[in-house]
């Protein structure tokens, strides 16, 4: 059980309830969820990596934990909203709110995510870790459709390495607004702005002098906050095949410390 959750804690929920429901996986695989999606860009990490690359060994060292730190800080901040990261990408992050219509209604969904990244603005905007050196993230939001492909060679549960991408709407929205955003900044896309412009204080993203083709928005402030609400997936199985295929996606450096408490060599 223990060894399972540390390898889900490598999974987003969405991908694990999915090898949940079947004992195989015929790839190409996909299915697809309505979700709220944050794109969080960390700038300043060129920076921070070349003012710390002078100092030699030290300075990789310092690296790791300067970085750890920020993301913790970033992970607790995130979670907190029930918001579950769906990948890393560099020094940048996709994470998915999922809506479930019997539980929550898509507003309330996007509120809680847009209230997440001004929380996360106001607790990490200008962090400073060297001298002149500092980190800053930069969010884009967006609201709809994502589909998720699963990707490998022949699934044979024990050494084929597998891959999950995801795709639509959603995404599109989120990266598109991310590329309007300055460090600081949390932008959301117009199919989000339609559903929460009440909650929120924003300003259209304008270019040339005139509002942005895709209709962009800056926010600002809450206006109307929502209740936090951290939410922990609950899974259906737990049984050594599981535990098998969630491995495969799980980057192969990784699986010798499986077994390990990852504090200690997460930097590497």
């Known amino acids: 059980m223990e060894l399972n959750m540390r390898i889900s804690a490598y999974l987003p929920a969405i991908v694990r309830r999915r090898l949940e429901t079947r004992d195989s996986v015929e790839v190409p695989d996909t299915h697809s969820a309505e979700v709220v999606s944050m794109f969080a860009d960390v700038s300043g990490f060129t920076a921070l990596t070349e003012s710390l690359a002078a100092r030699g060994p ?6 790791g934990k300067y970085l750890n730190s920020y993301f913790e800080q970033l ?3 995130i979670s907190s909203e029930g918001g579950d990261v769906f990948k890393f990408a560099g020094d940048a992050i996709i994470v998915f709110w999922l809506i479930n219509p019997k539980e929550d209604t898509p507003e309330t969904i996007v509120r809680r995510c847009i209230q997440c990244a001004l929380r996360i603005q106001q607790h990490l905007h200008q962090a400073t870790f060297a001298r002149d050196v500092v980190l800053s993230i930069k969010m ?3 609201v709809g459709r994502a589909t998720i492909a699963h990707l ?3 699934s044979d549960g024990a050494t084929s390495r597998m891959e999950y991408v995801g795709v639509g709407p959603a995404l599109i929205q989120a990266f598109g607004a991310e590329h309007h955003a300055s460090p600081g900044d949390v932008i959301c896309s117009a199919e989000c702005w339609a559903l929460v412009s009440s909650s929120f204080a924003g300003v259209p993203i304008l270019e040339h002098g005139h509002a942005a083709t895709d209709g962009c928005v800056r926010v600002t402030e809450v206006l109307h906050p929502v209740r936090c609400q951290s939410r922990r997936a609950s899974f259906t199985r737990d049984d050594i ?4 295929r969630m491995q495969q996606y799980v980057s192969r450096a990784v699986w010798p410390y499986l077994d390990d408490a990852e504090e200690f060599w997460g930097s590497e």
């Open 58 to 63: 030290s300075g990789a060292e310092g690296l």
């Open 75 to 77: 992970l607790k901040l």
């Open 140 to 142: 884009g939001i967006g």
């Open 152 to 154: 490998g060679g022949v």
């Open 241 to 244: 095949t599981l535990q098998k």
